[in-house]
């Protein structure tokens, strides 16, 4: 995981984010702590808190006093909405600005991608998704 030439501290953040999303990590349940981060990645435990402290200015991660931190509630919806609204950004948008530009309507977009799903979710044969 860490190697994609990304700063180690976004990677960890990243990496804790996607146990959340795909509910391997579940609201109020303990998060790993700075230390195991950083035994397991063999990594700097300032830079593992850093990537945990990224989770916690969002509001995904909480201390509990003595205990560790936890995964705040809620904290699935709120990644899910910011990594939306970044699918959008990345992808949506310059799709729109191409599709402007070919003169197409939202509608032949909506048409054009529902005709790809259906060659993607039906894989013919010799073709895989």
Same mark, same amino acid.
């Given at each position: 995981?860490?190697?994609?030439?990304?700063?180690?501290?976004?990677?960890?953040?990243?990496?804790?984010?996607?146990?959340?999303?795909?509910?391997?990590?579940?609201?109020?349940?303990?998060?790993?702590?700075?230390?195991?981060?950083?035994?397991?990645? @063999?990594?700097?435990?300032?830079?593992?808190? !850093?990537?945990?402290?990224?989770?916690?200015?969002?509001?995904? =991660?909480?201390? !509990?006093?003595?205990?560790?931190?936890?995964?705040?509630?809620?904290? @699935?919806?709120?990644?899910? !909405?910011? @990594?939306?609204?970044?699918?959008?950004?990345?992808?949506?948008?310059? =799709?729109?600005?191409?599709?402007?530009?070919?003169?197409?309507?939202?509608?032949?977009?909506?048409? =054009?991608?529902?005709?790809?799903?259906?060659?993607?979710?039906?894989?013919?044969?010799?073709?895989?998704?």
């Amino acid at each position: 995981m860490i190697d994609d030439g990304r700063a180690i501290f976004q990677q960890i953040a990243d990496h804790i984010a996607d146990s959340i999303i795909d509910g391997s990590l579940a609201e109020e349940t303990r998060a790993p702590s700075t230390n195991e981060l950083a035994a397991f990645y @063999r990594i700097n435990p300032a830079t593992a808190a !850093k990537g945990i402290n990224v989770l916690v200015d969002r509001g995904v =991660l909480y201390k !509990k006093r003595g205990v560790g931190m936890f995964v705040a509630d809620g904290a @699935r919806a709120t990644l899910s !909405k910011r @990594r939306q609204e970044a699918f959008a950004d990345r992808y949506v948008v310059p =799709l729109l600005v191409e599709a402007r530009r070919l003169d197409l309507t939202t509608d032949d977009v909506v048409a =054009l991608i529902h005709d790809r799903s259906a060659t993607i979710d039906s894989p013919q044969e010799g073709h895989r998704p």
